[in-house]
């Protein structure tokens, strides 16, 4: 009996030392075995199926599949045949991967995938890759995954560019953290449905829709992108959008926007207001190439942990100006080809805070902007550095011009945004009746020029306080400079309430008609014009017309070489005894003169 027990114990060391020496090859075929599914190539289709196995010795043209594999992988150990067709067994839907990393990339001849259905999802946390660079795919349905426990679709079908449609309805993409080049590269996609993506747990959607060249449409209204970091690239290159709607984009998150909208070539329109830029750190390109885009506000831009901007507005050769005035760049170091390129720019509005202290590379920054005015025109193509990145002596214009009217007072400055507040209104130009004369003169009291307007260049100060008959005091218009006006008809004409005025400072070297210029100025008692530079000037009829209780006038520097009517010039004046004059007042070319003095005599 206990001689019997010794036995079974002697034998079973030696059981266990024969099993190590079998051979390697049958023990792993046993191993093999154990996984219960197979995939099988027939070379005469280029047809690859996977199913169910039963049993322990491996098809001819077989391999096992094992989670964490990817067809790839399979291939290679069948031998390297090229793939055509994918087809899955209705016996292979209970096999359950956890990730599917990878698993049809780089199947560059696949052409179909038949009844991927069977394909089980459910507990699946990886698809990045899955079918990217299946490049010969035409259509694909994905319409029977289970996604609710994925939170990887990075590439997931990047360089699928035969791919004409793809169907998200059903995907729940609750839980995805990651959509970086998800579609990248979708280059026959016309349309594609995101608006069932719940996206509230996805940080980087970085190259999302990248080469995404014929798509036409795209509505990502519904996208939450809260917790987004990146956004590079995101919308690079699609070509044919005509429109996209970004306003409900939450980018406080957001540290890298470069070429989010490069070469999006056909949008007209771009609403990008509501973006909140605290964060953000790279601009690079980041509308590079928009060519077609007529306007664009980036005034709430909030550029002050900026470090990047190279090319940022680039090759954008519709725009004709550019609100920069929010811009803080004194933490950017490139500013290389910036507005490079952009032919129709002819402003830009900048303020003080835009610096380049720590600009190391801003080559090209302003080339072939030859639109491009501020107080130097940009015409040289080799003064386009960070030199003219300024607004005195360079090519920026200082903020917008508005005017405002609140409780009587009509207020000029330089506004920091696009959008027309209320009362607030853009100067006139040429022979337009402002809107602020037509709507609030006489209500206006006083006028002041805001510290900021002394950037602004008007050309026009045509009938700015016409008939504003109440008016009494004029403040800080030292902020007015007019050295590129040309045009002051009517520019006080019928102000019957303020008994001086500072008009002094004017540079007036281009002005050319200053016709009725203080016509009724009925109690103005001081007017100092002895610097007026009038040598451009055509005509000055009914200037200091009925100027009641103008004493004296000094005119001592106006040439009138080129005046051509003077008609009623100082008529109505009873009070002027003295008018101070040189031999550069001269009536050579007056064509229309008459009442020139008319009732000049005091009763």
């Known amino acids: 009996m206990g001689g019997a027990k010794f036995c079974r114990f002697a034998l079973f060391p030696l059981m266990l030392l024969m099993l190590l020496l079998l051979p390697a090859g049958m023990v792993a075929q046993k191993a093999a075995s154990s996984s219960k599914y197979i995939a099988t190539y027939e070379s005469s289709t280029q047809t690859l199926t996977f199913k169910q196995f039963v049993g322990e010795t491996l098809p001819e043209n077989s391999a096992w599949v094992k989670d964490k594999q990817t067809v790839d992988d399979i291939n290679n150990n069948l031998g390297n045949g090229t793939i055509v067709h994918i087809v899955f067994d209705k016996s292979f839907s209970t096999y359950t991967p956890t990730s599917l990393f990878g698993f049809f990339r780089n199947l560059t001849k696949l052409e179909t995938i038949t009844d991927l259905e069977y394909l089980n999802t459910e507990k699946v946390t990886d698809m990045s890759c899955m079918f990217s660079n299946c490049s010969s795919l035409t259509s694909l349905d994905v319409t029977h995954f289970n996604t609710a426990k994925v939170t990887n679709m990075n590439r997931m079908f990047s360089s699928c560019s035969s791919l004409t449609s793809l169907d998200f309805t059903h995907f729940n993409t609750a839980n995805v953290t990651d959509m970086h080049n998800m579609f990248e590269g979708c280059s026959s996609l016309t349309s ?86 605290e964060k953000v750190t790279n601009m690079i390109s980041m ?65 003080s805070k835009f610096v380049t202290t720590q600009v190391t590379n801003s080559s090209k920054m302003f080339y072939n902007c030859k639109k491009l005015k501020g107080e130097e025109l940009c015409s040289n193509d080799k003064a386009t550095d960070k030199t003219f990145a300024k607004i005195e002596g360079g090519y920026f214009s200082g903020g917008i011009p508005r005017v405002k009217y609140a409780d009587g007072t009509l207020t000029f400055f330089l506004a920091s945004k696009e959008t027309l507040g209320e009362n607030e209104y853009e100067l006139n130009s040429g022979k337009n009746l402002p809107e602020w004369v037509k709507k609030h003169s006489l209500g206006i009291t006083k006028v002041v020029f805001d510290t900021s307007f002394a950037n602004a260049r008007p050309t026009s100060c045509y009938k700015w306080f016409w008939w504003c008959d109440k008016l009494k005091q004029v403040e800080g218009i030292k902020n007015l400079n007019t050295k590129e006006v040309t045009d002051m008809v ?62 004296s006038l000094n005119v001592t520097n106006f040439n009138t070489a080129n005046v051509t009517n003077m008609q009623g010039m100082f008529s109505g004046c009873p009070a002027l005894t003295t008018i101070y004059a040189s031999d550069k007042f001269v009536t050579t070319n007056v064509e229309t003169g008459s009442n020139m003095f008319f009732n000049c005599i005091k009763p």
Do not use: P, W
């Open 192 to 277: 594609l449905d995101v608006t069932h993506f719940n996206t509230e747990n996805v940080t980087n959607m970085g190259y999302m829709f990248s080469l995404c060249s014929s798509l036409t449409s795209l509505d990502v209204t519904h996208f939450n992108t809260e917790k987004v970091t990146n956004m590079s690239y995101m919308f690079f290159s699609c070509s044919s959008l005509t429109s996209l709607d970004v306003t409900h984009f939450n980018t406080a998150n957001v540290a890298n926007m470069s070429y989010m909208f490069y070469d999006c070539s056909s949008l007209t329109s771009l609403d990008v207001t509501h973006f909140n830029t």
């Open 490 to 551: 009517d520019m006080f004409c019928d102000c019957r309430d303020f008994s001086s005025l500072d008009v002094s400072g004017f540079n007036t070297g281009k002005v050319t008609d200053m016709s009725g210029m203080f016509y009724e100025c009925i109690s103005l008692k001081l007017l100092d014009v002895a610097k007026f530079n009038t040598a451009n000037v055509k005509s000055m009829s009914n200037m200091f017309y009925n100027c009641q209780n103008l004493a």
């Open 287 to 351: 509308f590079s190439h928009c060519v077609a885009l007529l306007s664009l506000d980036v005034a709430n831009f909030n550029t002050a942990n900026v470090t990047n901007m190279n090319s940022m507005f680039a090759y954008c050769v519709a725009l004709t100006s550019l609100y920069l005035t929010n811009f803080n760049t004194e933490k950017v170091t490139n500013m290389g080809r910036m507005f490079s390129d952009s032919q129709a720019l002819t402003t830009i509005y900048a303020s």
